[in-house]
């Protein structure tokens, strides 16, 4: 009834697990720690962190049971809508919370950089957050800008890496006795 994924091997009690989800193919679930009421506090942790196989189970009962009740009364909606009632939206039965997961995914599978294919127009900035130099690449015919790293870009765009380069280039005179 615990996870042990603290870095100084701490124990957190789970109160109740709340989701679950997929991510690169290891299910996550969002875990309610006990003596932690601030919903900031709930976490997603990967299933091999927690130590509590019986709240998983009994989750994962609920969580069936519900998809269960849920495909049913689809399947009722489905049959008053055959017997001449006005049907509802299929966007009108969900809730709005699948909307931005779908969105998410499209997002994630949506190609970026040079794989859309587009002609870069010009680079806006540059950062290395995650670690390594990316430039921010405004693409000609799109209103998306996608990050893209530098190595890549000094190779299929140099002139206008180049050209990024030179407009933030400073020049300082130095003479003699102009400290």
Not at 18 to 41: A, C, F, M, Q, S
Not at 78 to 87: P, V
Not at 111 to 129: C, H, K, Q, S, Y
């Amino acid at each position: 009834m615990s996870d042990a994924s603290g870095s100084e091997g701490e124990e957190y009690e789970v109160e109740k697990i709340i989701e679950r989800r997929v991510r690169k193919g290891k299910t996550e679930y969002l875990i309610k720690w006990k003596g932690y009421d601030n919903e900031e506090d709930n976490t997603w942790e990967p299933q091999e962190n927690l130590d509590c196989e019986d709240k998983i189970v009994d989750f994962e009962k609920n969580r069936k049971l519900t998809e269960a009740k849920d495909s049913e009364k689809d399947k009722e909606s489905k049959a008053a809508g055959s017997k001449g009632e006005k049907r509802k939206s299929e966007a009108a039965g969900k809730k709005e919370e699948p909307k931005e997961k779908k969105k998410k995914e499209k997002d994630d599978n949506k190609p970026r950089g040079f794989a859309r294919g587009l002609t870069a127009e010009r680079i806006i900035g540059a950062t290395n957050d995650p670690g390594e130099l990316f430039f921010l690449i405004k693409w000609k015919g799109s209103d998306e800008a996608d990050l893209v790293p530098a190595k890549e870009a000094n190779v299929k765009i140099p002139q206008i890496v180049i050209k990024f380069y030179e407009e933030r280039l400073n020049w300082y005179d130095t003479k003699d006795g102009d400290d």
